[in-house]
């Protein structure tokens, strides 16, 4: 006992002091560092909509780059006057049109409250398409470059990879059931192009994204829309002629890049990175939490696939929370930010249930992010609002299940044979390799129909619609968020700012009234591994206190005025 707890208290130990020097070592710890401030971004890859867990950190003052992290740097900022401006180097993009929204927003923001706004390419795009990161970049003050990048403002493509013929080529018949025409996920494997009505969805994705870029662009470069159709037609640039095109403002190496920003703070500034900026907790003001809910959605607990990085979302941790968040009379309204494609149907209308048990203590406000499609449509359904980006992905209100054949493969390629015993005449539904035939294909779509007709009966009840306005926009139909907007199943655009705002106004606190946000869930830290409870690693005293240490709440920030091979997914 006396070693275990000698072994927890240097674990404690080194982790303090890891937190402690990754603070001093990541260009400044957070706010109120006093003297001149400049908030350096730098954008690379994926950004999450919360931090991933991080095993060797004892809290999360370490946190990777995510929007709740991001966000929080980017409130604090634009109240701090010590925050003299914001540094962006943009790298390339790995998220979709609904986040860089959100994040474009806040550098207009800064931009707007009359702090400088400096961006900074290599190359926009080397070998790519560098088309979304001049998007996020577009509001900046001005936009410089490197004297040999180019500047690949593409536009949009959209390339589909079809596997039917190699399935063919293997001797694997795949087999999809839908409800709903739209519901294309499966016709990557049953077919060799795209579908009348798959098409037909994907364009209309495509025209909207397209002019909120020519938008957006047209509006932070100071231009009109045709002229930047025209020099999206005209690309790809080299840097002088983007210089003389006016899409960059100045062509520049990295240390004239960061000596032009020093000039504009001052000169010597603190250089803070936005993403570890503003994490001191508020104390103040009513409490509205935001929960994040991204990944795939599946039944029991979520995690993230060490090896693809793909996120899953458990309906048993996410509905918890929300009980959670019910039974705490202190919180007065919820956000739900929601980044899924959806997922087990079964799982998101458990989600459902305790979405819409919370509504009914307080307001839930839906906040979409670049996917809320299908489930992930599904556990908003209910929300008391729903707020989307111009970009998001959401609708796809129908049902998909799908499975492949694989006797034929097994054996006449692989030499393989079965001799399956069973006891009832529908036993091998799930497990046989031969094709279904028409009685079990039969069988299997009676049990979708009803998750269809359940899913649209939600949609219904939470958007005040009846089920015949519902039904011609389901079917498994993707919308835009500009159009989900359009026609009923999104009620306002905007982001996190404006779901904050609407959850403040049905909650009943005034609009110049702080408000202190809470992040959930907290990501998991390597303290959390001694406190669980199923696969204990100390005595039940030592999984206490780390019980508490690891259970603190999320900081908070102060505001001023896979295809699942069932018949229930979705």
């Given at each position: ?20 020097a ?7 710890g957070?706010?109120?560092l006093?003297g ?8 690379q ?14 809290s ?11 966000y ?12 003299r ?6 790298r ?7 986040k ?14 009359g ?12 070998g790519?398409?560098?088309t ?23 536009g949009?493509?959209a ?14 018949e795949?087999?999809y059931?839908t ?15 795209h ?101 795939t959605i ?18 048993d941790?996410?509905?918890n ?21 959806g997922?087990s ?5 458990l ?6 048990l919370?509504?009914?203590e307080?307001?839930?406000v ?23 980006e111009?970009g ?13 054949a ?25 497990r ?16 979708m ?15 005040g ?21 359009a ?8 982001g ?14 005034a609009p110049?009234?702080d ?52 018949p229930?997914?979705?």
């Amino acid at each position: 006992m006396k070693r275990l707890l000698i072994i927890f208290l240097v674990l404690i130990l080194l982790a303090l002091a890891a937190t402690v020097a990754g603070i001093l070592l990541s260009d400044g710890g957070g706010g109120g560092l006093g003297g001149a401030t400049v908030l350096v971004w730098r954008v690379q890859g994926q950004i999450p909509e919360r931090a991933r867990p991080d095993l060797f950190s004892l809290s999360s003052s370490l946190r990777p780059q995510s929007v709740a992290s991001l966000y929080r740097g980017f409130r604090q900022g634009l109240d701090d006057p010590n925050v003299r401006g914001l540094a962006v180097y943009i790298r390339d993009t790995g998220f979709g049109f609904a986040k860089a929204e959100e994040l474009r927003r806040q550098l207009q923001a800064f931009s707007d409250a009359g702090k400088f706004v400096e961006c900074y390419f290599e190359s926009v795009g080397e070998g790519t398409n560098g088309t979304l990161a001049y998007y996020l970049a577009s509001p900046c003050d001005t936009i410089q470059m490197a004297p040999v990048g180019a500047v690949n403002l593409l536009g949009l493509y959209a390339d589909s990879l079809f596997f039917r013929g190699t399935l063919d080529k293997l001797h694997v018949e795949p087999q999809y059931f839908t409800v709903g025409e739209y519901k294309s996920a499966g016709e990557q494997f049953t077919r060799t192009d795209h579908s009348g009505p798959a098409e037909e969805a994907l364009s209309g994705l495509l025209d909207s994204w397209y002019q909120i870029l020519l938008d957006g662009i047209a509006a932070g470069r100071g231009m009109e829309t045709d002229q930047v159709r025209r020099l999206i037609d005209g690309a790809p640039y080299t840097a002088e002629e983007a210089l003389a095109s006016g899409l960059v403002d100045r062509l520049a190496y990295p240390d004239e890049f960061r000596a032009h920003v020093e000039e504009l703070a001052g000169g010597s500034p603190n250089l803070v990175r936005l993403e570890t900026y503003g994490q001191h907790p508020s104390f103040s003001g009513q409490k509205i939490a935001v929960l994040f809910a991204p990944g795939t959605i599946v039944r029991g607990s979520g995690g993230a696939d060490p090896w693809t990085e793909e996120s899953f979302l458990g309906a048993d941790d996410l509905s918890n929370t929300l009980r959670t968040l019910r039974d705490d009379s202190s919180i007065r309204a919820v956000v739900l930010r929601i980044d899924s494609p959806g997922g087990s149907a079964i799982a998101s209308d458990l989600i459902l249930r305790e979405v819409e048990l919370l509504a009914a203590e307080k307001p839930v406000v839906a906040s979409m992010s670049d996917l809320a499609a299908s489930g992930g449509y599904y556990i908003a359904a209910k929300a008391n609002r729903i707020v989307a980006e111009r970009g998001t992905i959401t609708g796809s209100i129908g049902v998909v299940a799908g499975r492949f054949a694989t006797s034929q493969l097994e054996s006449e390629t692989l030499g393989l044979s079965r001799d399956p015993l069973s006891r009832g005449a529908h036993a091998g539904l799930w497990r046989d390799p031969r094709p279904m035939d028409a009685d079990r294909a039969a069988r299997v779509q009676k049990l979708m129909d009803p998750i269809y007709a359940a899913f649209v009966g939600h949609v219904a009840e939470g958007r005040g619609m009846s089920v015949e306005e519902v039904e011609p926009i389901a079917r498994g139909r993707v919308w835009s968020g500009d159009a989900a907007a359009a026609i009923g199943l999104v009620d306002e655009l905007g982001g996190i700012d404006r779901a904050v705002e609407i959850a403040k106004e049905l909650a009943g606190v005034a609009p110049e009234e702080d408000v202190r946000l809470l992040f959930f869930p907290e990501p998991r830290s390597w303290l959390a591994l001694f406190a669980d409870t199923d696969q204990p690693l100390l005595p039940a005293s030592l999984r206490a206190l780390a019980k508490r240490l690891a259970a603190r709440p999320s900081g908070a920030l102060e505001l001023s005025p896979r295809l699942a091979d069932l018949p229930s997914s979705l």
